[in-house]
C-alpha cells in the first residue's frame, strides 16, 4: 500500500508537470509561428528604380534574422489592389497612387533575446536607407504577444515550481511513515555499527525506482491527455513534427521524478538517522 501510494503521489504530480510543460511548448511554438507572420511593410519612394529596390532587399536580405523579402512594384501593386476591390481603380482615377513597397517576414527563432531592441534598430537603420519613406508594421500586435507568452512562461514556472515543492512533500510523508515502521530495525543496524550511508542505500533504491515508474506512468497519462485533447478539440498536437519534443518532455518528467525522489528521500532518512 505505502508503495502504490508512493507512486501515485510522484505520478500525480509528474502528470501536471507534464501537462505544463506541453502547454508552455505549444504557447512557445503559437507565439512563434504568430510573429513569423507578422509582415514588416517597407515603403518606397514612388520614383524609385527596380535597380535601388532590389539593392535595398538584397541588404535587407543579409541580416541573419530575416526570413525572406518579397519586392512589391508600384505595378503589382496596383493589381493585387484591384483584385480586391474588383474594379480597375487605376483606370478610373488615370494614374497609379501606389507606392512599391518591401514586405519582411523575420525568422523569430534567430533573433537575440532583446529582440525588441533588435526589431526597432531594424526599423530605423532600413528607414534611413535612401529610397525608404518609412517602416510600418503592427506594433501592438507584436508587443502583445512577447508580453503574453513571457507572462505565462513565468506563471507556468511558478506552477511547476510549485507541483516539485508539493511532490517533494509528499515523498518526505511517505518516508517518514516507511522509516517509523522500521525504526527498530533501523536502530539495531545502528548498534552493530552499520554506517549512514549503508543503512541509507536500500531506500535510495527504491526512490530511484519509484521516481523513474512514476515519471513513466506521468509520460503514458501526458500522452493519452495530449491525444484526448487533439480529438476532442480538432487541434493538430500529434502531428509528427511535436514527436521529438513530446520525448523530451517524457525524458524530463523520468529524470525529474528520479532526482526530487532522491533528494526528498536522502534528506528526510539522513536527517532520521543523525537525529535518532
Known sequence: MKKGTTILG????????????CIEYHSYRLTHDAQERITYKVDLSPD?????????????????????????????AAEIF????????????????????????????????????VLDRFCKEVGAEEGVTGVVYQENIVSELREGFYKLTWFLIVLMLVLVLISVVLIDSFIRIALYTQR?????????????????????????????IGGLIASLLTAIAVCICANEFQLALTA?????????????????????????????????????
Open 48 to 76: 524609385v528604380s527596380d535597380s535601388l529596390a532590389l539593392a535595398i532587399k538584397s541588404r535587407i536580405e543579409q541580416r541573419d534574422y530575416i526570413k525572406h523579402v518579397d519586392y512589391i512594384s508600384k505595378e503589382q
Open 82 to 117: 484591384a483584385g480586391e476591390l474588383g474594379e480597375d481603380f487605376v483606370g478610373f482615377i488615370g494614374y497609379n497612387p501606389l507606392y512599391p513597397s518591401l514586405m519582411v517576414n523575420f525568422n523569430v527563432s534567430l533573433l537575440p533575446d532583446n529582440s525588441s531592441e
Open 10 to 21: 510522484i505520478t500525480l504530480v509528474l502528470f501536471m508537470l507534464g501537462l505544463l510543460l
Open 240 to 276: 509528427q513534427e511535436h514527436w521529438m519534443w513530446y520525448l523530451i518532455i517524457a525524458v524530463v518528467l523520468v529524470i525529474v521524478g528520479i532526482i526530487i525522489s532522491w533528494f526528498a528521500t536522502a534528506f528526510t532518512v539522513r536527517h532520521h538517522i543523525t537525529k535518532n
Open 184 to 212: 527498530e530495525t533501523i536502530r539495531t543496524m545502528r548498534m552493530v555499527g552499520a554506517t549512514t550511508g549503508f543503512i541509507m542505500r536500500p531506500f535510495l533504491r527504491r526512490s530511484i525506482a519509484y521516481g523513474a
